[in-house]
């Protein structure tokens, strides 16, 4: 019994091998996170029934809580499954890049970058400048950051192990910057700055939702096309250089691809680490290590970790509203920490 499925694009320019296994993860995946979608609407600060809900989504509720449903909750609940997923897929494919179960955008430093530059531009341009342009500041930070790491790390080719030293590095310098930034701003910019640096989707509406679905519709999907090269990649630069695959060049296209993902992230939701270090592991768990499979499977993860998160920081500690950052800050340090001992002796 054939256990995979094949999609190919009929000019033959595409293909994509899912096990059927796969598949039926996915499925179970979008059905929790449909759930876990519901269960947001109905908890917070006015108790909403799960089956109004439903009837609201409809378009058959009594519009009693469309305010709570439509305005106040389910735009942050979708911005919340878009950040996760974007962190998601970036962590998966830095991971691949480098061939290192660590690697994740927020460690070797393109949240770092997107960071610096919000922070940058929370202490010194806010007053002037519209906040509207935080998100571009951050993307932009992102780029040049992972421009930057990608230069110092090129030496006849660039190898995952320069790659993610000068990325750490990288990052701890970013991290002293930022620091120095907030202690040089005056106390309003610098609480603004630490609370977006936590990382939080609290006052998100339509329009960020709109603003961050393209970077999403546009670079998954695109990860999935170069879904052949990674898992070629994976194996080592020679081996993939063997069955034809330009390495260089696919991998600083993977490398954009992942930067375009996390600064969109951090951009819309702040500084929210660990999704892309731990989504990817759990996805590996549960389809394997097909990089076709792993990138729908790490975007409903991601996207399932940061809106659950979310749920908890707005509900547990009613009526403070918690940065969903810190929760999920809570179980990524110390799964980072049991990595670090799992490969203390690679």
């Given at each position: 019994?054939?256990?995979?499925?094949?999609?190919?694009?009929?000019?033959?320019?595409?293909?994509?091998?899912?096990?059927?296994?796969a598949i039926i993860v996915l499925l179970i995946l979008a059905g929790l996170s449909c759930l876990l979608v519901i269960a947001g609407l109905s908890v917070g600060s006015s108790l909403v029934s799960p089956l109004e809900v439903i009837l609201h989504l409809a378009g058959a509720g009594t519009g009693e809580h469309?305010?709570?449903?439509?305005?106040?909750?389910?735009?942050?609940?979708?911005?919340?499954?878009?950040?996760?997923?974007?962190?998601?897929?970036?962590?998966?494919?830095?991971?691949?890049?480098?061939?290192?179960?660590?690697?994740?955008?927020?460690?070797?430093?393109?949240?770092?970058?997107?960071?610096?530059?919000?922070?940058?531009?929370?202490?010194?341009?806010?007053?002037?400048?519209?906040?509207?342009?935080?998100?571009?500041?951050?993307?932009?930070?992102?780029?040049?950051?992972?421009?930057?790491?990608?230069?110092?790390?090129?030496?006849?080719?660039?190898?995952?192990?320069?790659?993610?030293?000068?990325?750490?590095?990288?990052?701890?310098?970013?991290?002293?910057?930022?620091?120095?930034?907030?202690?040089?701003?005056?106390?309003?910019?610098?609480?603004?700055?630490?609370?977006?640096?936590?990382?939080?989707?609290?006052?998100?509406?339509?329009?960020?939702?709109?603003?961050?679905?393209?970077?999403?519709?546009?670079?998954?999907?695109?990860?999935?096309?170069?879904?052949?090269?990674?898992?070629?990649?994976?194996?080592?630069?020679?081996?993939?250089?063997?069955?034809?695959?330009?390495?260089?060049?696919?991998?600083?296209?993977?490398?954009?691809?992942?930067?375009?993902?996390?600064?969109?992230?951090?951009?819309?939701?702040?500084?929210?680490?660990?999704?892309?270090?731990?989504?990817?592991?759990?996805?590996?768990?549960?389809?394997?290590?097909?990089?076709?499979?792993?990138?729908?499977?790490?975007?409903?993860?991601?996207?399932?970790?940061?809106?659950?998160?979310?749920?908890?920081?707005?509900?547990?500690?009613?009526?403070?509203?918690?940065?969903?950052?810190?929760?999920v800050s809570g179980i990524g340090a110390p799964f980072f920490i049991y990595l670090l001992y799992r490969n203390r002796h690679q």
């Amino acid at each position: 019994m054939n256990k995979y499925i094949t999609l190919r694009a009929r000019s033959g320019s595409f293909s994509l091998l899912l096990e059927k296994r796969a598949i039926i993860v996915l499925l179970i995946l979008a059905g929790l996170s449909c759930l876990l979608v519901i269960a947001g609407l109905s908890v917070g600060s006015s108790l909403v029934s799960p089956l109004e809900v439903i009837l609201h989504l409809a378009g058959a509720g009594t519009g009693e809580h469309a305010f709570v449903i439509e305005t106040l909750r389910l735009p942050r609940i979708l911005l919340a499954m878009l950040v996760g997923g974007a962190l998601g897929v970036s962590g998966l494919i830095l991971q691949g890049i480098i061939r290192n179960p660590l690697g994740s955008p927020d460690i070797i430093g393109v949240t770092g970058g997107a960071s610096l530059a919000a922070v940058i531009f929370i202490t010194c341009f806010a007053g002037g400048v519209s906040m509207d342009w935080l998100p571009l500041a951050a993307i932009a930070g992102a780029a040049c950051m992972s421009s930057l790491i990608y230069l110092l790390s090129w030496k006849k080719g660039v190898t995952p192990i320069r790659l993610v030293l000068i990325g750490i590095g990288m990052a701890a310098a970013a991290s002293a910057m930022t620091t120095m930034m907030i202690v040089l701003g005056d106390t309003y910019s610098t609480a603004q700055a630490y609370l977006w640096l936590t990382g939080s989707v609290y006052g998100a509406d339509w329009v960020d939702v709109r603003s961050m679905l393209p970077w999403v519709l546009l670079f998954i999907p695109l990860a999935l096309f170069f879904s052949k090269t990674a898992n070629a990649q994976e194996m080592g630069d020679q081996v993939a250089a063997g069955i034809g695959v330009k390495v260089q060049l696919h991998r600083f296209v993977l490398l954009f691809i992942s930067v375009a993902l996390a600064g969109s992230a951090v951009a819309f939701a702040g500084g929210i680490a660990f999704v892309g270090l731990i989504a990817p592991h759990i996805a590996r768990k549960l389809v394997g290590r097909s990089f076709g499979s792993l990138v729908p499977v790490s975007a409903l993860v991601g996207g399932m970790i940061v809106c659950l998160a979310d749920i908890v920081a707005r509900t547990a500690f009613l009526p403070l509203d918690l940065p969903a950052g810190i929760f999920v800050s809570g179980i990524g340090a110390p799964f980072f920490i049991y990595l670090l001992y799992r490969n203390r002796h690679q």
